[in-house]
């Protein structure tokens, strides 16, 4: 099915993904509904937002209930915290919006008879030991590790927004997004790309953590909002994959940036080594056959092209503000 989309909502629409979400449903004609408590929110995109024709913002906390006059032909669920500083900073929240946040996101979506699009994590699949990972591989996740407000709340999100498709019958579909990394996210979040890119063009050392030897396959921002639009106006339940397979170490990724960024990679020069994150997966690459063959969906932006995209938005952002904060 390809369902016809006027009026979305998307909780936590002011974040990174949701941003961009916002400009790619506006790009097809569509109205916006962003609800967001900007905890996680950059101060800019928030007010280009508020400036922006066809979106309504509306400042709220999905942890409390509330309702969205009017129709909706789609709820995508993304407002939780999402960099690891963050969700460690804010472990109660994080596991509040997994939670109460994700059942008050579907009452809405059933009310309103639209489609549900749960924004899920590749953490829920933990410290894998299966690589790459199908969707069917259920996942090595510490239950009380500090990592575990965030990958339990996921994981409970997914069974919340599993049972009321049984139950209730709501239109649902789950996305498990794999690293997803351009312009708009924070200087600050604490997260590899957003780090290694302020560092590389502030001419300071890449902070690499733990060994560098752990893997990530990363996904361009544009790639993984197209993903969430095609499962939005398709049936498909879910759990789906989203991500680009194009695996690599982190050491090798500070190596990328710093070359996306003209400065010479290859050597340990501008590269140091702090403590590893505790229960920091060692890979992650997600198996996309999936998200392939029922939604005619793969990533299309490479590594090289997209950091030098995201390089690009910091530095003039740079040269604006006079920082990269
Ligand atoms: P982000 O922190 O930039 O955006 C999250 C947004 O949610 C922020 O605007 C924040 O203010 C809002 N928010 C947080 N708690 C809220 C609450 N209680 N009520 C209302 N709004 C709230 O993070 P992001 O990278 O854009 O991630 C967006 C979603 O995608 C998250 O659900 C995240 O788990 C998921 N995701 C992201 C990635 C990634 O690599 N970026 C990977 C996997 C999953
Ligand atoms: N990382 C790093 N230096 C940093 C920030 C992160 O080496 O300054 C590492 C982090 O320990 C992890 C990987 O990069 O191994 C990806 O971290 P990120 O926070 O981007 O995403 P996630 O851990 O959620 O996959």
Redesign the pocket.
Known sequence: MTRRIERALVTGGAGFVGSHLDELLLARGCEVVVLDDFSTAAADTVAELRARAGVELIRHDVTEPFVVPGRLDVVFHLASPA??PDYLRLPIETLRAGALGTAHALDVAVRAGARFVLASTS?VYGDPEVHPQPEDYRGCVNPIGPRSVYDEAKRYAEALTAAYRRERGANTGIARLF?TYGPRMRAQD????P??VRQALAGEPL????S?T?T?SLCYVDDTVRGLLALAVSDVPGPVNLGNPEELT?RD??DAVRAAAGVTAGTSAGVTF?D??ED??RR?CPDISLARRELGWRPQVGLAEGLTRTIRWFAARHERSGAVS
Not at 190 to 193: D, L, T
């Open positions: 960099s690891p953490e690293n604490g997260r590899a790309v780090t290694f902070t690499v953590a733990g560098g752990q990530r982190v990724l500070a702090v590893a994150a920091d997966p992650r």
